[in-house]
């Protein structure tokens, strides 16, 4: 009686073992495929002339649904600076929709929402600000292996608190 219990305990330790290891197997495949669907990018940007700086960190990973649609999410840091005038530290973050209807062709759509603070010289007399900013991007672009180069427009853009010169923006986009 105590061979086949022990016996069984075996044969049922052994079949617990093997679920779980089938199961970690799988799991394994699934991170796997996830993985090579995921494309990083993003953008720097650096400026800089007689008494002003501005610098950019801006990155982004996008899921590749199928060979049409990706979907993704983008960070945005930005400092500038111009002197006796205002210095600004803008933080936020995008949502990102991209869909090419043929290989050459990039559709665009982003949300960004970013966190603006303008300190003001204080010889100015111009109150700091800090507010939010959403800004709507609809967008085409000519699309080649992993570069996108084309134009953005801002449907939310309001001149008065935008961060962006104007509404129309050109942009280039790489995904590795």
Not at 68 to 88: D, E, F, P, Q, W
Not at 99 to 116: D, G
Not at 140 to 155: E, K, L, S
Request: charged share 15%; proline share 2%; net charge negative.
């Amino acid at each position: 009686m105590k061979n086949v219990l022990d016996l069984l305990i075996k044969k049922w330790l052994f079949g617990v073992l093997f679920c779980l290891f089938s199961i970690t197997l799988n799991a394994q495949n699934e991170q796997r495929d996830f993985w090579s669907h995921v494309r990083f990018g993003g953008s720097l940007g650096l400026s800089f002339g007689d008494g002003f700086f501005s610098g950019t960190l801006a990155p982004s990973a996008i899921y590749e649904l199928n060979q049409y649609v990706a979907l993704g999410v983008g960070l945005n840091g930005t400092y500038s600076s111009r002197k006796n005038y205002h210095k600004s530290t803008i933080l936020g973050g995008s949502l990102i929709g991209l869909f090419r209807p043929i290989n050459e062709l990039q559709l665009s759509a982003e949300f960004e929402e970013l966190h603006v603070s303008r300190n003001w010289d204080s010889r100015l007399a111009i109150q700091d600000e800090d507010y939010w900013y959403p800004a709507l991007f609809i967008g085409a672009g000519y699309h080649a292996q992993n570069v996108t180069i084309g134009i953005r427009y801002d449907v939310l853009y309001d001149d008065n608190k935008s961060i962006y010169a104007n509404a129309w923006m050109p942009f280039v986009r790489v995904y590795f």
